[in-house]
């Protein structure tokens, strides 16, 4: 299965490993952390050197609450590392909502726009052009999440009932939509959208029946990394200990085997190293079984 891009046909084939470079004040791991352009290409640098094969660049925080940045400092963060970052010989995906942003990545040669919203945003006239600008350019993949309500409220309200049909529904539909537009379908991915207003116990429901979302028909992005749904995997979690985003790093790595296992073509991670390590402990397990089977 290949996942089609402006400058890379990406194999699926094998679990490709996408890594995070939040050029953002405010993220809820490593807000700060590569806050520079500078810092922040030095970053890609290491991802790369670590074994990442997609890297995805973002401007904005989508963590719950996160206040929304102007049009003109997302641009600001984000526009000059693309413009380095497309020199480094991976695939370059951008986390973005805006459709200027994505018009202007995509210019400097950017290969995947990733959307927390799936292409719906509309600006304060009401207006919606994101699917415009995917569908216009000839290549580019795109990832298409869903997210409950917005960032500001998406935690609020979690969304109610069995979230799996209402999940799969909503990117089948976002997708088709697209599709419409004149998208061919082997650009497209979807995922899940763990913590985008969903409660732990449907996060962990997505996880568990993952395989239900594979029948829409295209391929996965999945992004457990980190995320707060694993702050209580301690062992005294029912008194109150919790992990801080930075220690998460192993139920991080177990929740991304275990999506990798029920059928997840990439996994958005910021421990590029550990994950890839991962990956080839698995691959080197799947190796073995097929080798026992010629006996």
Same mark, same amino acid.
């Given at each position: 299965?290949?996942?089609?891009?402006?400058?890379?046909?990406?194999? &699926?084939?094998?679990?490709? *490993?996408?890594?995070? %470079?939040?050029?953002?004040?405010? #993220?809820?791991?490593?807000?700060?952390?590569?806050?520079?352009? /500078?810092?922040?290409?030095?970053? !890609?640098?290491?991802?790369?050197?670590?074994? +990442?094969?997609? &890297?995805?660049?973002?401007?904005?925080?989508?963590?719950?609450?996160?206040?929304?940045?102007?049009?003109?400092?997302?641009?600001?963060?984000?526009?000059?590392? %693309?413009?380095? +970052?497309?020199?480094?010989?991976?695939?370059?995906? *951008? $986390?973005?909502?805006?459709?200027?942003?994505?018009?202007?990545?995509?210019?400097?040669?950017?290969?995947?726009?990733?959307?927390?919203?799936?292409?719906?945003?509309?600006?304060?006239?009401?207006?919606?052009? =994101?699917?415009?600008?995917?569908?216009? @350019?000839?290549? !580019?993949?795109?990832?298409?999440? @869903?997210?409950?309500? /917005?960032?500001?409220?998406?935690?609020?309200?979690?969304?109610?009932?069995?979230?799996?049909?209402? *999940?799969?529904?909503?990117?089948?539909?976002?997708?088709?939509?697209?599709?419409?537009?004149?998208?061919?379908?082997?650009?497209?991915? &979807? $995922?899940?959208?763990?913590?985008?207003?969903?409660?732990?116990?449907?996060?962990?429901?997505?996880?568990?029946?993952?395989?239900?979302?594979?029948? =829409?028909?295209?391929?996965? &992005?999945?992004?457990?990394?980190?995320?707060?749904?694993?702050?209580?995997?301690?062992?005294?979690?029912?008194?109150?200990?919790?992990?801080?985003?930075?220690?998460?790093?192993?139920? #991080?790595?177990?929740?991304?085997? !275990?999506?990798?296992?029920?059928? +997840?073509?990439?996994?958005?991670? @910021? $421990?590029?190293? /550990?994950?890839?390590?991962?990956?080839?402990?698995? $691959?080197?397990?799947? #190796?073995?079984?097929?080798?026992?089977?010629?006996?």
């Amino acid at each position: 299965m290949i996942w089609q891009t402006s400058r890379f046909d990406i194999d &699926l084939s094998r679990p490709q *490993v996408m890594g995070i %470079v939040n050029v953002t004040p405010d #993220s809820f791991s490593d807000g700060g952390s590569h806050g520079t352009t /500078e810092a922040a290409l030095a970053h !890609c640098e290491q991802l790369v050197a670590e074994g +990442a094969d997609i &890297l995805d660049i973002g401007g904005e925080s989508t963590r719950p609450g996160a206040p929304p940045v102007s049009l003109a400092e997302e641009l600001t963060r984000v526009l000059p590392l %693309v413009k380095e +970052a497309v020199k480094l010989g991976l695939p370059v995906s *951008v $986390d973005t909502y805006k459709p200027q942003v994505m018009q202007a990545v995509l210019d400097l040669g950017a290969d995947i726009i990733n959307d927390v919203w799936s292409l719906r945003w509309r600006d304060a006239n009401g207006h919606a052009d =994101a699917a415009t600008v995917v569908a216009a @350019h000839p290549k !580019c993949g795109v990832c298409l999440m @869903h997210m409950h309500l /917005e960032p500001q409220t998406m935690q609020v309200q979690p969304m109610p009932g069995d979230v799996v049909p209402q *999940v799969l529904s909503f990117l089948q539909h976002s997708a088709q939509v697209l599709e419409g537009l004149g998208v061919e379908k082997t650009r497209i991915l &979807l $995922d899940p959208g763990i913590g985008f207003g969903k409660t732990v116990a449907q996060n962990f429901s997505l996880l568990a029946r993952q395989r239900e979302l594979l029948v =829409a028909g295209y391929p996965l &992005l999945v992004g457990w990394s980190r995320k707060s749904s694993l702050a209580g995997m301690t062992a005294h979690a029912d008194q109150g200990e919790k992990l801080a985003p930075q220690q998460r790093l192993a139920p #991080s790595l177990a929740a991304a085997l !275990c999506a990798v296992q029920r059928g +997840a073509s990439v996994i958005r991670v @910021h $421990d590029v190293k /550990e994950s890839v390590q991962m990956l080839r402990v698995l $691959d080197a397990i799947r #190796s073995a079984e097929l080798t026992s089977t010629n006996f």
